[in-house]
């Protein structure tokens, strides 16, 4: 990444920020102020997880001696049932016990399945909103938003109540145009279609007969280099829909 210059030596601004060019050729304007701010934030989160471990190591010097944690849980349950067969014989505390466990378990499975549904609730909402309403599809790709989805939707996860984008290897996708921050819902899509190896039938065509103009009198649609896919409008969204579903 290199500082870009003016034929005058100086350097290009953008919203009184510098610009950068990446290796790709992708500019972007550097936020200084922003970047130190994000360190700082880092820094003190880094400091917070560092008390909290120094916190724990002091909590679990109370248990120093003990070789054997699973002997000493067992220990404890017997002097506890040893001390309850006062009042029950010891057979009717382990029925007590079960009958505890089952409806305990119950109320539990009953509160994972509504955490479920919560869950698939605010995936559709964030993950499905965020597609249908995304400007990039809208502006540069040539397929319905539901598609979009369907290619890219298993990259994006819920966290902290925001969607979140991760790469074909499992990596954030963090943004570029502020460092340290993990990209919005617009910009992850967008590098992730330039890693898509068919965008080239699901980009916009900048041609003459591409985003929906009409095809002039005579000669029918021609695929272009690219590997545009030729034929009526029905014909080339059900082979992209064949290709996105095949990589």
């Known amino acids: 990444m290199k500082l870009k210059l003016d034929e005058n030596g100086n350097a290009v601004l953008q919203d009184g920020k510098p610009v950068y060019v990446h290796d790709d050729g992708k500019e972007v304007a550097f936020d200084a102020p922003g970047t130190v701010a994000t360190i700082t934030r880092l820094n003190a989160e880094a400091k917070a997880h560092r008390e909290g471990k120094e916190a724990a190591e002091k909590s679990l010097k109370a248990f120093e001696g003990i070789a054997d944690p699973a002997a ?103 943004s570029r145009e502020r460092p340290g921050e993990v990209a919005d819902f617009d910009e992850a899509l967008g590098a992730l279609v330039e890693q898509y190896p068919y965008r080239d039938t699901i980009l916009k065509s900048s041609g003459a007969n591409g ?37």
């Open 72 to 174: 000493a849980m067992k220990a404890l349950e017997t002097v506890t049932n040893l001390d309850q067969k006062k009042l029950v014989d010891a057979g009717e505390i382990e029925k007590v016990k079960g009958e505890i466990s089952k409806a305990f378990q119950a109320q539990l499975d009953e509160a994972n399945t509504k955490v479920s549904t919560f869950e698939k609730q605010l995936y559709e909402e964030k993950i499905g909103g965020a597609f249908s309403r995304s400007k990039m599809i809208a502006d540069k790709l040539a397929i319905p938003a539901d598609m979009v989805q369907a290619r890219f939707g298993q990259n994006f996860k819920i966290e902290d109540g925001k969607a979140v984008a991760y790469d074909q290897h499992g990596n954030k996708i963090y």
């Open 211 to 247: 985003g929906g103009a009409p095809n002039g009198g005579g000669g029918g649609q021609q695929p272009s280099s690219k590997g545009d896919i030729g034929g009526s409008k029905e014909e080339r969204l059900e082979a992209i829909k064949a290709r996105t579903q095949n990589a």
